[in-house]
Antibody, heavy 124, light 110 residues
């Protein structure tokens, strides 16, 4: 079955750090760009970050630039999001998503696979 | 604050047609394809339409998309209770050098 499964969410204090993981199965992980998308409680979707299949190219939303780092381990079919200097406004469900098209990164490509999400709560 | 604007909510009776607008600018919708996502209550989002007007396999042809200039639209015909969900448009933004989502629209079937 083609799926992605997020883990690593939890409660963290403001200023703290957390690393999210996303384990992929059922497809050739290394040839697809991957993303993190988040959704604050009762709010809309917000794109967070994208990484190319090789890991050589990354993009970040301005709201997380300099604080979050996206990476991947293609040998272990796993995507990561290292989050630091966390703020209350980072509280959200974080979704791991797969791009539809394999090979070269396409800016217009849709997200054709979503995980169920992992909740991150930043609070003292 | 999203750069793609959608109406907060739309409602219509069963079997009727609704249209959801997504308004952007030349740096996003005006120059890049639009994708649409459906989020059922309590669930993860799901791809509904891609590259402006293409249907993924398994998605009902009651859903259709269009784009003109810096705006895009999602239409749902033959509205059914199972269509009650939040709908989001999305596109790449050349100025921000990243993806942007719309503000989201809640569809209610009366």
């Amino acid at each position: 079955e083609v799926q992605v499964l997020e883990s690593g969410g939890g409660l963290v204090q403001p200023g703290g750090s957390l690393r999210l993981s996303c384990t992929a199965s059922g497809f050739t992980f290394s040839i697809y760009a991957m993303n993190w998308v988040r959704q604050a409680p009762g709010k809309g979707l917000e794109w967070v970050s994208t990484i190319s299949g090789s890991g050589g190219t990354t993009y970040y939303a301005d709201s997380v630039k300099g604080r979050f780092t996206i990476s991947r381990d293609n040998a272990k079919n796993t995507l990561f999001l290292q989050m630091s200097s966390l703020r209350a406004e980072d509280t959200a469900v974080y979704y791991c998503t797969k791009e539809m098209t394999s090979g070269s990164f396409l800016v217009a490509d849709p997200f054709d696979l979503w995980g169920q999400g992992t909740m991150v709560t930043v609070s003292s | 604050q999203s750069v793609l604007t959608q109406p907060p909510s739309v409602s219509e009776a069963p079997r009727q047609r609704v249209t959801i607008s997504c308004s952007g600018s030349s740096s996003n919708i005006g120059n890049n394809a639009v994708n649409w996502y459906q989020q059922l209550p309590g669930k993860a989002p799901k791809l509904l339409l891609y590259y402006d007007d293409l249907l993924p396999s398994g998605v009902s042809d009651r859903f259709s998309g269009s784009k003109s200039g810096t705006s895009a639209s999602l239409a749902i015909s033959g509205l059914q209770s199972e269509d009650e969900a939040d709908y989001y448009c999305a596109a790449w933004d050349d100025s921000l050098n990243g993806r942007v989502f719309g503000t989201g629209t809640k569809v209610t079937v009366l």
